[in-house]
């Protein structure tokens, strides 16, 4: 009985010696296999893997803008209508245009109340460009504004060209949505009949698409000819201080977005008025100490930012601005939207300090 027992006791010892050899062997192959593989005949460079692996690969074409480049949009309808070369005559007509504070807000005397800006007009019988001009206006020193017998308007300005339906022009001069409570009082004052001539409509309807109202709220006003002598759109008020007849090739007529403007990078004026005004803001000593306001708008339009009853810096929605030269002390500051309504009324604020527009 023991001789049999030691008789299995070797057998086991003898399979599984057997199993081992034959598993390590397996796996000592594989192991073989994995790190040694087989040799392409034409081999690849080590420089070549490393470029196939890091550089990413060139697109064939790509329309991808970045987010801050200008985009233009077409317009609703092309207005072949005014192609092509053949002059057509024009009035070309300047406004100055002066930016009155509304009550509550103080009035700057002398130099700060001179006109800040300027409206500059092109206009046929049936084609309307304007151009705001100067650093009083909200919007960017790069723009043109495109009326045709169409309600509505195209417009260009630093963030590219898009086209707006009718009333909706007072929604890009304003920086935001506008509700009906912040549409401004409008008016015109016509020629007097001896001085009507040239064309009057478009200029009319330039101004009720500015004031977010239709056009036939000024058709009356301007129906006899000849553009208005004086608006007022709010808190701007323009006087024509030019009047010239010219002609100008078709297409620089046109209402829709091809043939855009020269793009210049031309952003809105920083300050409405000069380092020298902000010194004079508050009577101080001659060794008086400056300081800086840091202001901010964290509402959802555009703001004017107004010190002592001077407007001294538009913000745009979330804009922030540090406003340097400010003798220190105490001062009244308060902020209002481009149509005169306040956003902030005026309150005594400490320079150095900050305000936030909310």
């Known amino acids: 009985m023991g001789v049999v027992r030691m008789r299995l006791v070797w057998v086991g010892v003898l399979v ?5 050899t034959f598993a390590c062997g397996r796996s000592h192959k594989r192991t073989r296999v994995h790190e040694m593989p087989p040799v392409s005949a034409d081999p690849v460079p080590p420089e070549r893997v490393v470029l196939r692996d890091w550089e990413p690969a060139e697109p064939e074409h790509s329309d991808a803008v970045a987010p801050d480049e200008p985009r233009t949009y077409p317009a609703s309808n092309i207005d072949d209508a005014y192609a092509g070369d053949h002059p057509v005559p024009v009035r070309r007509l300047v406004y100055r245009v002066t930016l009155h504070m509304p009550p509550g807000f103080g009035d700057a005397a002398g ?3 001179r006109a800040t800006a300027e409206l500059y007009i092109d206009v046929s019988d049936e084609r309307l460009r304007a151009r705001f001009d100067g650093p009083g206006w909200p919007v960017s020193a790069a723009n043109q504004v495109r009326i045709g017998s169409r309600t509505g308007a195209y417009v260009f300005d630093a963030m590219g060209g898009r086209p707006y339906a009718a009333g909706q022009l007072a929604s890009w001069f304003f920086g935001g949505s506008v509700k009906a409570r912040h549409l ?7 020629p007097p009949d001896a001085e009507r001539s040239g064309p009057g409509a478009l200029v009319c309807a330039l101004l009720a698409e500015w004031a977010g109202q239709p056009r036939e709220a000024l058709a009356h006003r301007c129906d006899r000819g000849g553009s208005p002598l004086r608006f007022r759109i709010g808190p701007w008020r323009g006087e024509r201080t030019a009047d010239v007849a010219e002609q100008l090739p078709r297409h620089e007529l046109r209402a829709d977005h091809l043939e855009p403007p020269i793009r210049t990078p031309s952003p809105r004026d920083a300050l409405i008025v000069t380092h020298t005004t902000l010194a004079r803001l508050r009577k101080t000593r001659a060794d008086a100490e400056f300081g800086a306001l840091d202001a901010k708008n964290a509402t959802d339009a555009r703001a004017l930012l107004t010190i002592n009853g001077t407007p001294v810096r538009w913000l745009d929605p979330g804009e922030g601005a540090v406003i340097s030269g ?3 002390g105490g001062y009244s500051i308060g902020a209002m939207r481009p149509f ?3 956003v902030r009324p005026p309150r005594y604020v400490v320079v150095p300090g900050a305000f936030v527009i909310d």
């Open 16 to 20: 599984a010696v057997l199993v081992c």
């Open 111 to 113: 130099s700060l109340t």
């Open 184 to 190: 401004p009082p409008l008016g015109v004052v016509p």
């Open 326 to 328: 400010l003798p220190k």
């Open 340 to 342: 005169g309504n306040p």
